[in-house]
């Protein structure tokens, strides 16, 4: 899909599947903007779904294969622990990517989570990405790929349903408290703004546990305030979902 309004919608036969087919969509994504661009802006999602789709992308033979020494790796949310905290969203990519494909760690920008407080960090990932892409005062990124995950409450990166960030429209990062779903601590997120100004934005969900919010999000109309992904909607970008059965099973047309 390419036009805003259609779904590109994809499913497959498991979460394995799903991995596979990410790191191919990972990879292609990466060979077009570096034929267009020059470079590959990929935003990564934390939890840990994406896991496998970053060891594929690590071991990067054939389809998986992507020129790291063009690609910038930055970081859709993370939870205000130290990177190397097992909650960390950073450590999760360190361990199954970072660590592993041949990425120059000068082009990877983990979202500082050592400031006192979660807000602060957000306002230094604000600057930093700002800093990064030369950005005029008051413009959002434009990430060539975002990673996201989807919450069984229907939230993604860090913007939780009710939380205040949901109308944070004026930064590129901004704070939330934790949501109800583990772990409690405060969390750093990309904002709206900046998820929906990719020029593609890619949804990896899988798992029975998801099926509600995503038939709430892809055909029930849930509002953001409730179901927070429903507020994806890259303004000229590529929006996709890739999904395995178990989490597709509650939809009407999942093709
Ligand atoms: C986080 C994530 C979050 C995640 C969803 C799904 O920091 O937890 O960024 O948005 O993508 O909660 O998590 P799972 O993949 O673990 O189900």
Partial sequence: MSAAGSLDLKVYRDADQLAAKAAVAVARAAAESIRHRGRFTLVLSGGSTPRKTYALLAEGDGETNVDWSRAYLFFGDERHVPHDDERSNYGMARESLLSVAPIPSEQVLPIPTGLPTAEACAEAYSTALAKFFALPSGTMPIFDLVLLGLGDD??????????????????????????????????????????????????????????????????????????????????????????????????????
């Fill in 154 to 255: 229907g939230h993604t990166a860090s913007l939780f349903p009710g939380a205040e960030a949901l109308g944070v429209d004026d930064r590129i990062a901004t704070w939330s408290p934790p949501g109800t779903l583990p772990p409690p601590v405060d969390r750093i997120t990309l904002t709206y703004p900046a998820i929906n100004a990719a020029r593609e934005v890619l949804f990896l969900v899988a798992g029975e546990n998801k099926a509600e919010a995503v038939q709430d999000v892809l055909e029930g109309g849930a509002d953001k305030q409730r179901r927070p992904a429903a507020g994806v909607r890259p303004e000229a970008g590529r929006l996709m979902w890739m999904l395995d059965e178990a989490a597709a099973g509650r939809l009407k047309n999942s093709g």
